[in-house]
């Protein structure tokens, strides 16, 4: 009897060459497994359903992951304004984890022997698959036949043509990677320290011009309508929102970080509606949440964002930090109004009923209402009086 391995299917050339060298090759009864977490339509799943079956796998698996994806990652990346080197919104590592815990769900369904993915040796990927598979399936073997055997690309399209595949293995000048949380763009240009992708390798090309001005209701942290139209759930109005301001070419760049293999490398972006939604949650949180609450959130969500892209989302702190982003969010709800212009945005101001920049309390500058100047002289004096002492002590007075 066969053993059973189950693999992370994309149904591009790596991953269909797992097909063919793990069933043909090494004898496994291969069961293919798809999870969608925003970047696929219903066409494009079913034509994925067919590749794999054409190849031979003896089931192939569709999983709708993308709510599970929001309610379990992303709704934080949000409470936590997570931008990698404040650049990035984590776009493929949160969207790899979300991938990776349902691909090892259903190797413990399947009760397979072994679970695969057609990572190569050289990125992140790799290592967030493993990490998860580690903690969620141990004693599981782990597969992967395009890191292990070292292949190129060529030597993949020539197996496979060997093998009596018919496929389109004409390489795309750019690896594009779709998902609700934005869009990687990988290219020549990003392959250096210095080049700009060029218009035509944006999925999304700038169809719109002028000014439009939107609204974005959130409730309690989470985005709820945009321009007064509310949705069943966050995921409907995050893609509504991409939508309206993906053809004006916001979000736009390129991230340059480290790797958890050590290296540096450069990836190109596209992610109008996240950014919209993290300046915008943002500018919110500026208005409702006090200094220290500000303060601690921000190192927090710092260090949420890097460990969860180190692919550490199964870490127990995780679920501490998910706690105290949860209950900062209770006052996190109102308007905020955005101009929108090609490739750029402005926060024009948010409505809230727990506004703390209430003129009733005084205005910033010109008057306050809740204490007097002979309170401020004193106040000063025992504010400053550690540092007085701290100087006279040095001073030797």
Excluded at 96 to 123: C, F, M, P, W, Y
Excluded at 227 to 251: M, R
Excluded at 306 to 321: A, C, K, S, T, Y
């Amino acid at each position: 009897m066969s053993k059973k391995v189950v693999l992370g299917f994309s149904g591009g050339l790596d991953t269909t060459f797992c097909v063919k060298y793990l069933s043909e090759d090494k004898g496994y009864e291969v069961h293919s497994v798809i999870v969608n977490t925003g970047g696929f339509t219903a066409d494009e799943l079913q034509k994925i359903e067919a590749h794999a079956l054409n190849l031979g796998v003896k089931t192939h698996t569709t999983v709708d992951a993308v709510k599970g994806y929001y309610d379990r990652i992303i709704k934080y990346l949000i409470f936590g304004n997570c931008l990698k080197n404040n650049t990035y919104p984590l776009s493929v590592s949160a969207e790899r984890l979300s991938q990776a815990l349902h691909i090892a769900e259903h190797a413990q369904k399947l009760n397979a022997d072994a679970v695969a993915h057609g990572s190569t040796g050289a990125g992140n990927d790799q290592v967030r698959f493993d990490i998860i598979f580690h903690i969620m399936i141990p004693g599981t073997e782990i597969i992967t036949p395009i890191r292990d055997l070292k292949l190129s690309r060529e030597a993949e399209i020539s197996y496979l043509k060997e093998k009596g595949v018919n496929m389109n293995f004409d390489k795309a000048m750019y690896s594009i990677n779709k998902g609700l949380w934005g869009t990687s763009v990988g290219g020549k240009e990003t392959l250096s320290s210095k080049g700009l992708l060029p218009e035509e390798a944006w999925p999304t090309q700038v169809t719109k011009s002028g000014t439009e001005e939107i609204s974005l209701g959130f409730e309690k942290g989470e985005l709820q309508s945009v321009n007064d139209k509310v949705f069943a759930h966050p995921v409907e109005a995050i893609q509504y929102l991409q939508s309206i301001a993906g053809p004006y070419g916001i979000g736009r760049d390129i991230h340059v970080g480290d790797t958890i293999i050590g290296i540096k490398g450069r990836v190109g972006f596209e992610a109008a509606a996240p950014m919209l939604i993290l300046k915008a949650h943002h500018a919110l949180e500026k208005h409702v949440l006090t200094k220290w609450q500000l303060q601690w959130k921000d190192t927090l969500a710092q260090f949420y964002g890097n460990w969860m892209h180190e692919g550490q989302i199964l870490d127990p702190v995780m679920r501490d930090i998910e706690v105290f982003l949860q209950n900062s969010q209770q006052n996190v709800s109102g308007k905020v109004f955005i101009q929108l212009m090609p490739y750029r945005f402005q926060v024009a101001g948010i409505e809230s009923p727990f506004d703390l920049m209430n003129s009733k309390f005084g205005k910033y500058g010109e008057m306050n209402t809740g204490f007097t100047g002979d309170d401020v002289r004193g106040f000063s004096k025992i504010f400053g009086n550690q540092v007085s002492i701290w100087k006279s002590v040095n001073d030797g007075q």
